[in-house]
Every structure is written in C-alpha cells, then in structure tokens.
C-alpha cells in the first residue's frame, strides 16, 4: 500500500476529511477506519428522532454510504479499531495487528460518554452509538419509570423523547439550575417550564449515590436522603475526549489532543480533530478550547481537508450548537462564559433570545428558545453581529421591534 492520508475515527469529522480530502485530490490514498461496524452516521438524531420513532428504532440519516466510500476511492476499515501510533515508522496498528502506513495521519476519535464512579454504575445506560441507542429504545415504553441523570443537553433531549412516548420521566440535576454550562437562566427556565408542562418531574442540586438492582428495577439513592426506583436509568453527564491512542504515542494531550491553529499535534504529519482535539479559540485570545458539537466537528474537517497541504491557513470559527426537545428549538453561539452581562429579547410565543455582553461592552454570545424553528434566524444574524464584536445599545438589542438585520446593517 502507498503511504497516504489515514483518518482514525469514522464519525463526522473523520468522515467528512475523507470526503473533502478526495474533492480536493483526486489521487492520493485515504484510509478511513472506524470502530463501528456500519455505514458511518450522523450522532445527533440518537436522541431525537431516532428514539422518538413509534414503530421501530429509527436510523439515523448516514454521512456516506459504503458504495459512496467506494465509488470515491476511499479505503474504508470498519469495525477495526487502532491499537497503536508508531511515529518513528509513520504506522498504525489496528486491533488485528496489521499495520498501515502514513504520509500524514488525523486522529478524529471523538468522545466517550463520562461514567458516574458510583456503586451499582453498572446498571446505568448511556447514548453515545447507534447500538446504545438501538438498546435504549426497547426500554422506553409507554408508562416504563425512566430516571434521567444530568439536566444537560443530551439527558433533556432524551427526557423529552422518553416522555414522548409515555414513559414516566425523572430528571435529576447536580447543580441548581438546569444547562448551566450553555444556557443562560432565562432560557434554562424557558425548557425547565415546557418539561415541566409535558409532566416530566425535574430535581435539582441533588446528586446520585449510589444504584442497586431489586427485582429488575434499578434502585437510585440520592443525597437529600431519598432513594429513586426505576425501570431504567440513563445518565447523561457529559464526555471525555477519546486521547488515550494519541497519549499512549508522546503526543500532548489535556482533556483532549492539543493542537495548533492548523489542527496539527505536537507531531507535524498528525492532525486532531472535532470532539478530540483542544485547538487554539482565535476569540480568545488563542486560549485553547475542546467543543463537543456537530457544527464544530464537521467545520474542522472541512478546514483541513482545504489546508492540509497549505499549512498557513488558521482555523477559525464560532462555536455554535442546537438542541430539539418536544416541540422547542434551543440555538447557541459564541463564548457565554466571556458575558458579564445578558440582555433579553423577548418573542412571540415567549420566544426568547439572550444576548451575552462581554467587559467592553461587545456581543460575545447568544442562546435562544422557542417553538419549532423561531429563533433560528436571530441566531444567525446574532452570529454575524458576535464576529464583528458589535457594541450595541442594550435597549436596541432588547426591542423586539428593531430588526436585528437592521443592527447588523448599522454596524457592517
Ligand atoms: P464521533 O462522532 O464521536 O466519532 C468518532 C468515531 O471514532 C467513533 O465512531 C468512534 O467509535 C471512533 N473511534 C474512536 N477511537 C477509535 C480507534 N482507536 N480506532 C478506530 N475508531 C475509533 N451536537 C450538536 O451540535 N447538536 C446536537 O443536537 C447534538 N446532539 C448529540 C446527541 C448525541 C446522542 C450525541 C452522542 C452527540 C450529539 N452532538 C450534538 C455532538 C456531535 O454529535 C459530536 O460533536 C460529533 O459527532 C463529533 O464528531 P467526531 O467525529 O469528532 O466524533
């Protein structure tokens, strides 16, 4: 085999640098390899649409089917996993021990599901795969007791499908608020209220114990003294960063790869990239940053399948992400954490857009809720006003009259 590009992970970023890499080149090798033994698949749907389907689990839409990979001449390994970098000799070994060459190598490994370290963890479930899905959904059936752990993207999301089926739905939150990391409290309280009206029970500033299993149901004791019983309990309570391959071979790692501008390792014919890799936030002055999001996943793959033979070029973007629960939309972009200060846009059908005002008095952020598609455009327009780093009148920025293409026109 010819040395040429091998991608480690066939999830959206790994996939999507194959795809882009052979738009650009039409001849060079690329070898995709992925764990997973199916056709590679969009994450996000697992715990939306895919469970939320009546009949059967639904699959989730694939990112490129066999043939495609075929037809483009991309060598596809699947249900193989890397076991080993050898750097001095440019090779991989896969969990067969053959061994493949490389020319340049990215590591797109993705995460894993952050486990509670807790007696009777065992018992728990978890969303990460399309299997984890395809398991979930045989237990949530109508009037089952499902006990969410995590108040955060991934358990609301599954709350909401869960309920939606008829399943008696307990959400348990650590902190005292609901999505602290991404949502400011008026969005928070905006999903806390519709979970609530769909009769999804929410307990907050409590933590799990520990579990034990009676009788086939899981027994959940909790801190304020109370124990939960229910037929299954799914913990959702964030990810770690898969980087024990990239460790394992002396490259940086911190809860996550560490790369440069370009998406390059501390090895420069190795590129991370999507939930792995912790890059460079140009926003931020270069403070290095991991996002576990789709947009980011499939916006690193698309700049380095552009740059991986034109290393002056920097990544760079806003973070951005969504959430579907029941019938609402919840968008977010840019670096809440920087907001010192939030101004709200209130919407029809309390709608409601937050905008997250840094020291300077500069946009930085904006999250918003509201039904179906809402806010969608604010979001974007918003988006655009957060990269020019707009100084706006919070007066302006609150009344729903000014149109926020108007803003954005006053200040481009
Ligand atoms: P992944 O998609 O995790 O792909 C990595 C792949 O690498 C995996 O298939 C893994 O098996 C494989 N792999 C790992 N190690 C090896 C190895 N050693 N050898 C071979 N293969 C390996 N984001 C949003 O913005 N909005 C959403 O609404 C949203 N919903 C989500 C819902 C769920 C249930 C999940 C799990 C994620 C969601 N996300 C969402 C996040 C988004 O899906 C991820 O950010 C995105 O999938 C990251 O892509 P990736 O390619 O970096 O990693």
Known sequence: MTDGIVIIGAGEAGVRTALGLRSTNASIPITLIGEEPVEPYERPPLSKTVLENKEECGTPPIISSFETLVEKNISFVHGSIV?????????VMLDDGVWIPYLKLVIATGARPRRLSIEGEEHFFYLRTFADAQSLYQRLRRDSEILVIG???IGLELAACARGKGCQVTVIEAAPILLSRVAPACVADYIRARHKTAGTKIIMGTQVRSADMKAGKTHVALSDGTTIVADTVICGIGAYPNESLAEASGLDVNDGIIVDAQLKTSDPDIYAIGDCAKFPQSRLNGIPQRLESWRNAYKHAEFLAENLFAPNASFSDIPWFWSDQYNI???????????EEIVIR???DQAVVAFGIDSDGALVSVTGVGLGNSIAKDIRIAEQLINVRAKLSHKLLADVDVSLRHLLRSVV
């Open 83 to 91: 076991k080993r970098i050898n750097r001095i000799k440019r090779q």
């Open 329 to 339: 939309s919840m968008h977010g972009a840019g670096y809440l954490d920087l907001a």
């Open 346 to 348: 209130k919407l029809e």
């Open 151 to 153: 108040g955060g993207l």
